[in-house]
């Protein structure tokens, strides 16, 4: 059998790519110009500020969990459940703050909610107030954010989990006197545990790793990524280092605990799976109570996206303290088109995360495969593995693929690709193995294993089964998969600024460019383009 | 009927354009197990669904004991329900799956014993602790039944109980069913497709068509004297020939000769009719109806012999080696019913 | 950019690739792409990030032919950069809102109640600007009692005094156009350029002297093309392109042998006002991260 050594490669890759570099980061914050010293760990652990940050990430983190749950589940059941005019469109709708890019998305929120913001300024006016109502600053404002655009993870999971909940489920419990809250929490919450908790770690490593909302938000509120950030800027390279670490091991820690929960009594439903018809509201009050408060909340999650279109009409510096925009222009579409210096950004990013999702889907279709098929020991292992990047945070992978390529040692697998091509395109395929892996090898799964060998008893070789059949019946967890991870890499931020050249400069960082030059209107006619793109790949890819 | 402890009456349920179940009425006694039999998309299901409560009839009432239980949502209609796919919670085990009715009754004590009496009623004794994915399906078949029946329900509703069991299962949890069933002494409605399956469980049996109640009636009546053409042929093997009516009992058929008929309904001479012959109630004959034999079926003793005629088959049965394959043969009748005939 | 369209004009065979980042994001970059340096030229950016980046030896030594031409605080060590502009930092405000007559004409000025919440400025762990002004402040506590203690006590009143620390610039100026607050401190160029696209701002020089930033150009040790840099650095300092960045980009010469008259109005108005601190720029350099850190750890409140 020629199996072994191929699960053996790919574990080296896997650890390759990622592990190894975050080992090196680890292995700095305990390693001096003189041999291994617990020096900038001490200092780390003595520096109360530092606690702060730890405490900080770590509580914004379940916070966000928690709210992003609370708004995401019963909207997943409103929208799975019940059937009401428009139930569809808002339905869609409503996984749009998932394709708000993260930088302009929060200047959108600035904009939106910020204390000289449209809603403040409508606020003041109408009760007269002549200060701001609220200030949009420290943990309400990273939570408010948070909650916004983590809230989809909930949603589309819960929604994804409902589907599969089988209709007889629930009537079971009905018909044994169950009612609807205790049938929820015995029955269908129960049921629905994987999901959640995949939405939960998927929210929580998110907000852990969360790096724009309290960049721009935070003020004095400290967390990890950016007291990263501002030590590497301070060029505390070490403290920078410590601060990685003790991140990514709060992180792995998260990890850990959540992944046990997803896969704690692994539930295997009985059944045909057709999940219960959409109750139709019937009665006029409570049909047009649900369509309104649907459309209404449909406004309100498409606000931002409609202040940055807003913000991308406005012409330079005009937009003052007028409630809404005095002028407006298509100019900074102009900009943005017509000069080939601008353009090149977005053509950077394109090929850019188009090379890396097609790396993590061949890698996730790698691991998948592997872990599907095989009985053997290293199954456990790639299945970690594979979903370890989740837990580390953009930063810290930014910066221990930095550290690690920064040198030529060939006999310790370094080579030098800090300043080339490759460095960036690298990160991207880092941060979506695991976003392509889970859809993929949730598909596998499903996949019917004597498909695969009644190919193979057909004559068919491992390249065609899987070209001619695998493929294609993986086709919606691959465009799935694939176009969360391209939107995902598309408008990356965090690795984009540790990482980027002048040959793979992406939308991300000219927008921060333009925004250098206080050109707000052309950050968010960037910001517009990169929405509209991750909106149309999101369509292609949820197309069922 | 008075004595009817379920009584359903003018019941109605439309999807859209297409009426699921019309104005169908039953009763059932106290302790009697009714079948609901027909093809897949005769309303049989519905039937059961509005029963149970899942689905809300558009005209139509259910009564239980006197007492119009129409409006009641499932949770307080007190049927027990046990699904096609058994639908057992995965994440509990098999005694709180059980157990699962129970919330609010009695004291733990109260309800830990009920648990044990259900699972022995069941035969699965210690099984309480077990985790669903490790049953059998027949374990699980028995489990679901179990779990129906530990909150005492007025009337135990069952989706085709049988139809997910290895063939070779069936016969006995039949018989295992049956048994318990008559120890509860429950009110039974069960839905099945398979004749067999309907006369085996059943007291009574109503075959339905389309949504329309075509006959309800002991096995016997429904196999002796069906009402309709559906249930001639749809209960019991049968061979259709077409004909028409010549007076006083006789139809000529099309192939050219005239059969005695029991005539079920209202056929005058001159009408279209349709001819139902059962495989026992034709044998070969030196005259009669002419045709070639083309296949045997050997099932035992005796075979089925299907014989192409002049205008269609027909099955008989007969001695394994009363004629070969290829034989010319002419058949003759002892008893043929006759239908009006129904254009397709 | 500017330069860079006119030094392609005139050299035709070079490709001038800019990346435009925050002077610390560049000295951060250099340092980390030490092992394959990506940038040929380091170009704008405080001199004392650009002596950081020496004592580091990120730098390559190049004296360029006008090197005599500018003062001897724009000469960096070994000759590894030197200062092509100046650039002072000022009080700024928007000008709907405040005055010339009324704007703090001081630094102590801005402690003073009325501009108590109205203060808005770059956070400093992200600003060269605000380092230097607040290691000019720090300087000044040395200078009259020897100790750092007065400096932070300065600082903490300021504290007092900011409305928010914002990370990012175009946030700062987004905020200061929308009122959110009315006084900055920020550097002039600036200020110059968004004036002169109409935005609604002014600024006054403090009286008792400012921080004259050394705005500085260096080769970066290992660039690929060390001719063409060479040739851009010579370009940079030349009477051509510093009367060029005067006229179009606000920019304050380091050439101290340009006739006065070919200056630009609002330059010849900033070098008859300015009253340039006399700065310890290397104690700066030694101690700034320290302040900073203590700053961070101790003063902020916010």
Redesign the interface.
């Known amino acids: 059998m020629t199996r072994r050594p191929r699960g053996s490669l790919l574990v080296l890759l896997l650890v390759w790519l990622f592990v190894y570099p975050v080992l090196l980061v680890v292995l700095d914050s305990v390693r001096g110009p003189d041999g291994w010293t617990l020096e900038y760990v001490a200092a780390f652990l003595r ?3 530092e606690w702060e940050a730890l405490w900080g990430s770590l509580w914004i983190s379940v916070a966000s969990v928690a709210l992003a749950g609370v708004i995401g589940v019963p909207l997943a059941i409103v929208f799975e459940r019940l059937d009401f005019p428009g139930r569809r469109v808002l339905g869609a709708l409503v996984a749009l703050p998932a394709v708000l890019p993260p930088l302009v998305g929060v ?1 959108a929120f ?1 904009f939106l909610y ?3 913001g449209f809603v403040a300024r409508v606020l003041s006016e109408l009760l007269g107030l002549d200060e ?1 109502p609220w ?1 949009l ?1 420290g943990a309400g404002a990273i939570l408010l954010v948070h909650a916004y655009s983590m809230y989809v993870y909930f949603y589309l999971f819960t929604r994804a989990g409902l589907a599969k909940v ?1 209709a ?2 629930i ?10 809250w ?1 049938t929820f929490r ?2 269908t919450l ?2 629905l ?1 994987p999901q959640l908790a995949a939405a939960a770690l998927l929210t929580f490593m998110t907000a852990l790793g969360s790096f724009s909302a309290p ?2 938000f ?3 509120f400290r967390v990890m990524t ?1 007291q990263i950030v ?1 030590s ?6 070490r403290m920078a280092v410590v601060e990685a670490s003790a991140l990514a091991l709060v992180a792995l820690m998260g990890l850990f605990l959540l992944r046990r929960q997803a896969e704690a ?1 692994s ?6 799976g057709t999940p219960p018809a959409a109750r139709v509201l019937a009665q006029p009050i409570a049909r047009w109570g649900a369509t309104g408060l649907g459309w209404a909340f449909g406004i309100l999650l498409l606000l931002p996206h409609a202040t940055l279109v807003v913000v991308s009409l406005v012409p ?2 005009t ?3 007028q409630l809404v925009p005095p002028a407006y222009t298509l100019a900074n579409y102009g900009t943005l088109l017509t000069e080939p210096e601008r353009l090149r950004p977005l053509v950077n990013s394109l090929w850019m995360a188009t090379v890396a999702t097609v790396g993590a889907i061949a890698v996730a279709l790698w691991a998948g495969r592997l872990v599907v098929q095989r009985r053997a020991t290293l199954r456990g292992l790639i299945e970690t593995l594979v979903s370890v990047p989740w837990a580390i945070p953009g930063t810290v992978l930014a910066i221990a693929l ?1 550290t690690a390529f ?3 040692a060939p006999w310790v697998a370094r080579w ?1 690709l ?3 091509v490759v460095i960036l395109p690298l990160a991207y395929l880092v941060r979506n193995i695991p976003i392509a892996a889970g859809s993929i090898l949730a598909g596998l799964r499903q996949l019917d294993p004597s498909l695969d060998e009644a190919a193979s008893s057909l004559g068919a070789g491992r390249w065609r089964t899987l070209r001619a059949v695998t493929l294609p019946l993986l086709r919606p967890a691959l465009l799935a998969g694939g176009a969360l991870a391209f939107a995902t890499a598309l408008g990356d931020f965090v690795t984009s ?2 990482l980027y ?2 040959e793979t ?1 992406p939308i991300s960082i000219e927008i921060l ?8 209107g052309t ?1 968010a006619a960037y910001g517009v383009v990169l929405m509209l793109i991750s909106a149309g790949v999101m369509l292609v890819g949820t197309r069922r | 009927m008075s004595d009817a402890f379920l009584e359903v009456s003018h019941l109605t349920k439309r999807f859209g354009d297409h009426v699921a179940v019309g104005d169908l009425s039953l009763s059932v006694p106290r302790g009697a197990v009714l079948a609901l039999l027909g093809p897949s998309g005769s309303g049989k299901t519905t039937t059961l669904r509005l029963l149970a409560g899942f689905e809300r009839p558009d005209t139509g009432t259910i009564a239980v004991e006197g007492r119009d239980v129409t409006a009641l949502p499932p949770v307080q209609r007190r049927f027990g329900m046990v699904f096609q796919h058994y639908a057992l919670f995965p994440h509990l085990t098999v005694g709180e799956n059980v157990a699962f009715g129970l919330a609010g009754q009695g004291t733990r004590a109260d309800r830990d014993a009920r648990v044990t009496e259900m699972l022995s009623l069941v035969d699965l004794d210690g099984f309480g602790g077990r985790q669903v994915g490790e049953l059998s399906g027949g374990q699980q078949q028995r489990i679901a039944v179990a779990r129906a029946l530990a909150p005492e329900p007025r009337v135990l509703l069952l989706d085709e109980p049988l139809s997910n069991l290895d063939p070779s299962l069936r016969e006995r949890t039949r018989l295992e069913m049956r048994a318990a069933l008559d120890r509860v002494g429950i009110t039974t409605v069960f839905v099945t497709h398979e004749q067999e399956e309907a006369f085996a469980l059943g007291d009574s049996v109503a075959v339905l068509n389309h949504g329309r109640l075509e006959q309800v009636g002991t096995p016997p009546e429904l196999y002796e004297h069906p009402r309709t053409l559906f249930v001639a042929t749809f209960v019991g093997r049968a061979s259709v020939l077409g004909g028409v009516v010549t007076g006083d009992g006789r139809v000529r058929i099309d192939a050219g000769v005239e059969w005695p008929v029991d005539a079920s309904q209202e056929l005058a001479a001159g009408d279209r009719a349709s001819l139902v012959v059962r495989p026992e109630a034709v044998r070969f004959a030196e005259a009669g109806l002419a045709g070639i034999v083309t296949e045997r079926r050997y099932t035992g003793a005796r075979a089925l012999f299907t014989v192409s005629v002049s205008g269609g088959r027909v099955e008989i049965e007969a001695p394994a080696h009363a004629v070969s394959v290829g034989d010319p043969v002419h058949l003759d009748v002892e008893r043929a019913l006759a239908f009006p005939e129904v254009k397709e | 950019m500017l330069a860079e369209t006119t030094f392609e004009a005139a050299n035709p065979d070079v490709d001038v690739r800019w990346l435009d980042m925050g002077s610390q994001d560049a000295l951060d970059r250099i340092r980390s792409e030490r092992a394959n340096p990506q940038a040929d030229v380091w170009f704008g950016g405080p001199s004392t990030l650009f002596r950081r980046a020496a004592a580091d030896s990120l730098l390559d030594a190049y004296r360029p032919s006008w090197a005599a031409a500018v003062p001897a605080r724009a000469h960096g060590p070994d000759d590894l950069y030197f200062a092509a502009f100046e650039t002072p930092v000022v009080i700024a405000f928007n000008s709907d809102v405040v005055s010339r007559e009324t704007a703090p004409s001081d630094w102590d000025e801005v402690l003073e109640p009325r501009w108590t919440n109205q203060v808005i400025i770059r956070d400093p762990l992200a600003s060269g600007t605000m380092r230097t002004i607040f290691g000019m402040v720090i300087e000044r506590g040395l200078a009259a009692t020897g100790d750092t203690a007065w400096g932070f006590d300065w600082l903490r009143r300021l504290d007092g005094q900011t409305r928010e620390y914002v990370f990012n610039p175009a946030l700062l100026h987004q905020k200061l156009l929308r009122q959110e607050g009315s006084v900055t401190l920020w550097d002039l160029p600036d200020i110059l350029v968004e004036q002169d696209k109409g935005s609604p701002f002014d600024f006054v020089l403090p009286s008792s002297g400012t921080p004259v930033i050394e705005d500085a150009i260096a080769i970066v040790r290992g660039a690929r093309h060390p001719e063409v840099a060479r040739r851009f650095v010579e370009w940079v300092g030349s009477p051509e392109a510093q009367l060029l960045a005067a006229r179009e980009a606000f920019r304050l010469p380091a050439r101290g042998d340009l006739p006065l008259d070919s200056l630009p109005d609002w330059a010849r108005e900033v070098k008859a006002g300015l009253v340039v601190e006399d700065m310890d720029w290397e104690l700066l350099s030694e101690q700034g991260a320290g302040w900073m850190t203590y700053w961070d750890r101790n003063v902020r409140s916010r």
């Open positions: 520096e109360p500020r200047i600035l910020g204390e000289s701001a200030r600053r089988d007889s489920m009537e079971a419990a009905h018909s044994l006197g169950s009612g609807t205790r015995r029955v129960p049921l545990r960049y721009i935070g003020g004095g950016t501002a590497k800027l301070n060029g505390d390279i009594r539930v295997v439903a009985v059944g045909k330079l510096g937009w003052t303290t930095a920064s040198m030529r030098v800090v300043g080339t600024i540790v050249t002048y400069r460019s333009s925004l250098r030059a206080f050109d707000i950050a």
